[in-house]
């Protein structure tokens, strides 16, 4: 029974209170544990896995709901529902099935841990979860993490990387982005445009500290206007600053900041477009993004796919993937 306790063990709270959510996954209504539970079981039981059962019944309610399934299968069978999900699925919608069985907090901090685990480090998982998420995310994912795991996550961060990447990392771990305000400091938001300017366009060399500060405690809509005033001392605006100044890691890092503080809902609808660009999509992309913000924002990511694509969101994975893999993602992004 050690895995529903460490998957399911707490449910964890709303972290990012103050943000819009805007999910695709909604709870289910006239919902009845014990009735999915049995569902499931049947399904497992079934010759050859009744897989689309499966799909249908986690992919249509919440992971608050999944949470009560699973202990109701527990009850119905005395056996553990990740484990027996585990033995019968494999493969992509596998690995899709068991990211749904862990709240939005957990899986983050399992991407995390997995990433940094073992020889080589994932730089673009880190990247992506650290740079995009708020601190109230972050200041949960520490929790959890620790929880989980056992380790701090800034020492695994630090023990993992290096140089200033491990600086802009740990200062983005050490959650100190000031709230937003209602007051609107315009002394301050021209100040720190100018010193980013000050730190690297306008000098040899770059001044890579004060670009950290700035961007790992400032507040979101404050950097907004930061790097709207920006244009009036750099001729570049602040990506093509970043691109110009720093390279690597660093370079990825500071752009997926730079590309969610202006619209994170975009920048997470240009990376599902890039990881299904090429022939077969980039599965371990599109499941991180589709698992971790399907109770979060997908919803939005979907509009701006279309926005920005001219199709949408759930033709291009029609198009790109196949079978119960193809299923799992439409059920979790919702009908067009």
């Known amino acids: 029974m050690a895995l529903v306790s460490e998957f399911l063990g707490q449910l ?11 999910p695709s996954v909604l709870p289910a209504v006239d919902f009845d544990a014990d009735r999915e539970a049995a569902r499931i079981e049947t399904a497992i039981k079934t010759k050859g896995v009744d897989e689309q059962t499966i799909i249908d019944v986690l992919t249509r309610c919440t992971y608050a709901q999944r949470r009560e399934i699973a202990f109701a299968y527990e009850r119905r069978t005395k ?15 596998e690995n899709v099935v068991l990211g749904l069985m862990k709240s939005t907090v957990q899986f983050d901090a399992s991407e995390i841990r997995g990433s940094i685990k073992g020889l080589g480090t994932d730089e673009e998982t880190l990247i992506e979860i650290l740079c995009s998420r708020s601190n ?10 620790k929880e989980l795991f056992k380790k701090d996550l800034d020492k695994d ?3 993992d990387t290096s140089g200033n990447f491990a600086k802009l990392l740990l200062a983005l771990v050490q959650t100190k982005r000031a709230e937003p305000s209602s007051m609107v400091d315009y002394e301050k938001i ?6 980013l300017y000050d730190a690297g366009v306008k000098i040899k060399g770059t001044d890579v500290p004060t670009w950290i500060s700035i961007m790992s405690e400032r507040s ?3 950097l907004q206007k930061v790097f709207q005033r920006y244009k009036s001392y750099s ?25 969610c503080f202006e619209n994170k809902q975009l920048f997470f609808a240009n990376k599902l477009h890039e990881a299904m ?3 077969g999509a980039k599965e371990k992309v599109v499941t991180r993004i589709v698992v971790s913000r399907c109770e979060v924002d997908l919803k939005k990511i979907c509009d701006e796919y279309k926005a920005h694509y001219g199709q949408s969101l759930q033709k291009t994975i029609q198009e790109h993937t196949k079978g119960d893999y193809q299923k799992v993602l439409l059920g979790l992004c919702g009908p067009e």
Do not use: C, R, T, W
């Open 157 to 159: 961060v630090a023990g």
């Open 235 to 259: 001729p570049y605006d602040m990506a093509e600053s970043i691109v110009k100044e720093v390279k690597g890691d660093l370079q990825m890092s500071f752009l997926v900041l730079v590309q």
């Open 277 to 279: 660009k090429s022939k």
């Open 79 to 93: 056996k553990d529902m990740i484990s027996a999900l585990k033995g019968a699925l494999s493969g992509s919608l």
């Open 136 to 145: 109230e995310e972050l200041v949960e994912i520490k929790k959890v993490y």
């Open 190 to 195: 021209d100040d720190d445009a100018k010193k």
């Open 220 to 222: 979101v809509p404050h």
């Open 12 to 22: 964890s709270i709303n972290p990012a209170a103050h943000e819009p959510k805007y």
